[in-house]
């Protein structure tokens, strides 16, 4: 089982999504709002109190 790349949480087998860097880096989310939050729209986890990372 993989972790979100934003909030870290638990991902189970066979949900989520897997984003590929051209430089080869993999980062797992576990929903469409992590992986816009992160990419589109360049937050960071630590400043959001709904994903729990301090």
Request: proline share 0%.
């Amino acid at each position: 089982m993989a972790n979100c790349g934003f909030c870290n949480t638990k991902i189970e087998k066979g949900t989520g999504k897997m984003f590929v860097f051209k430089t080869g880096k993999i980062i797992h989310f576990c929903s469409s709002k992590c992986e816009k939050n992160m990419l589109n729209l360049g937050r960071k986890a630590r400043e959001l109190k709904w994903t729990g990372v301090k």
